[in-house]
């Protein structure tokens, strides 16, 4: 598609219930990252993809989370036994990484808001 | 931890006036980039500066990069409502991954 594409785009969960968010990348891009934004901060960096390198998730907050990106494209981002904390909005971006970092921003798509009552 | 950090954390100015924000960060970095959020949903990538650029300019933005302080600054000439959002600044570090700084809000009135 033309952009990053996220699904769905609210999710609203239970307490203790596992959900999955997904990520449509652009195409051709080889490097796809995952924020997390709570209401009024700025971007929490979570996990970073970059083909078929390990991804960094340094940035990822629990056991909880976990990510994979299959075929080098979509890519799920999972969090396990939701807590009342995780309630953010969740962004993915992706870009050509490497020549695309240095030269071209990020892409992101607009984000999955994810409410845990 | 954040790399970046804005100040102000928030502007308010009239339609046709200059904002100016600025962004420090702490480590050596490959690029610095500045985005929009509009209703705290996704961003737009507005201009990126290279480590070894000073000034860039695009239409009504203009962007400073002070690599000896570690700081850089956005200027949006002739404000409209329409500029109205939060603006971060981000930075490239080694391994490609982009920290992002706390935000500022900028409120245009018309």
């Known amino acids: 598609g033309a952009g990053v594409s996220q699904s769905p785009s609210n999710k609203v969960t239970e307490k203790g219930k596992d959900v999955e968010l997904r990520c449509d990348p652009i195409?051709?891009?080889?490097?796809l990252y995952w924020y997390r934004q709570s209401l009024g901060q700025g971007l929490e960096f979570l996990i970073y993809f970059q083909g078929n390198s390990a991804p960094d998730k340094s940035g990822l907050p629990s056991d909880r989370f976990s990510a994979e990106r299959t075929g080098g494209s979509v890519s799920t981002l999972t969090i396990q036994r939701t807590q009342q904390e995780d309630s953010a909005v969740y962004l993915c971006a992706s870009s050509l990484a490497g020549t695309g970092s240095f030269n071209y921003g990020y892409t992101f798509g607009s984000g999955t808001r994810l409410t845990v009552v | 931890s954040q790399q970046g950090e804005e100040d102000p954390q928030a502007l308010s100015i009239q339609e046709g006036e200059n904002a100016t924000m600025n962004c420090s960060y702490k480590?050596?970095?490959?690029?610095l980039q500045w985005y929009r959020q509009n209703s705290g949903r996704g961003l737009v990538h507005l201009i990126l500066i290279r480590s070894n650029e000073r000034e860039k300019h695009s239409g009504r933005l203009r962007v400073t990069l002070d690599t000896s302080k570690k700081s850089s600054s956005l200027l949006i000439t002739a404000s409209r409502a329409a500029d109205t959002a939060s603006y971060f600044c981000?930075?490239?570090?080694?391994?490609?991954?982009?920290?992002f700084g706390g935000g500022t809000r900028v409120l245009v009135k018309p």
């Open positions: 480590t050596s970095i490959n690029n």
């Open positions: 195409s051709g891009h080889t490097a």
């Open positions: 981000a930075t490239v570090a080694a391994g490609n991954k982009l920290t």
